[in-house]
């Protein structure tokens, strides 16, 4: 079983609609990121969170570090939304800076 | 915030050939990070490269295979030596934002091995 999970793997939806990709993972953690990977490749930071709640526009990403639990929503999508999700975290204790990735979320938001 | 720039953005490659992929950072860093990303998988990370000290490779990765340079502090390379159709991934580099809060990540290698 992987040290962290997403779901779902794939998420195809209509523009303007409410979006929730959940992250679960089984080790103790001092940080949680996600990240937002772009077909070339590239990959951009979106929030890094240690408790609590994050909203940067229309993203808004919380964890519930109980129940080793995170969403990510994206609020009104847009086509330009497309990309794949991926939730990253940083194991309490664990050798400094190195992240354990999540397998990802494909979004597809249709026009 | 750091910008990276990796060079080359893809290649298509021969079979037992190498190709050295090159990072650049825009601010000095102490730590690099050298990922991998196999078609449809997640990032792996591969090794990390301090300046000055020899790279600490992760499990499963050795320096024969992938040898790194880090000459300073806002350059490193990764070699990907003697090459297979399974080296076919997408290869990023990444630093670590001040204080662990973020990280940053280079626009990715998109590498094809025939």
């Known amino acids: 079983k992987n040290e962290v999970e997403q779901s779902p793997q794939n998420l195809t939806a209509q523009e303007g609609e409410f979006i929730t990709i959940n992250c679960s993972y089984s080790v103790g953690i001092s940080a949680l990121h996600w990240l937002q990977q772009h077909p070339g490749g590239g990959i951009v930071s979106l929030f890094m969170l240690s408790s609590g709640k994050k909203k940067h526009g229309r993203l808004i990403a919380t964890i519930n570090i109980q129940e080793k639990h995170s969403s990510l929503h994206i609020t009104a999508s847009h086509p330009r939304d497309s990309a794949v999700y991926i939730c990253?975290?940083?194991?309490?204790?664990?050798?400094?800076?190195?992240?354990?990735f999540g397998t990802g979320t494909l979004l597809a938001v249709q026009p | 915030s750091a910008v990276i720039s990796q060079k080359p953005s893809r290649d298509i490659c021969q079979r037992g050939t190498s190709l050295t992929i090159q990072c650049q950072v825009d601010s000095q860093v102490t730590m690099m990070f050298w990922y991998r990303q196999q078609p449809g998988q997640s990032l792996t990370l591969i090794a990390t490269a301090n300046q000055g000290s020899e790279a600490t490779y992760e499990s499963g990765f050795v320096i024969d295979k992938f040898p790194i340079s880090r000459p300073n502090l806002t350059f490193s390379t990764l070699t990907v030596s003697n090459m297979s159709p399974e080296d076919s991934s997408i290869y990023l580099c990444s630093v670590p934002g001040t204080g662990g809060e973020t990280q940053y990540f280079g626009p990715g290698t998109r590498l094809l091995v025939l």
């Open positions: 990253a975290v940083r194991s309490y204790g664990g050798a400094t800076n190195k992240l354990i």
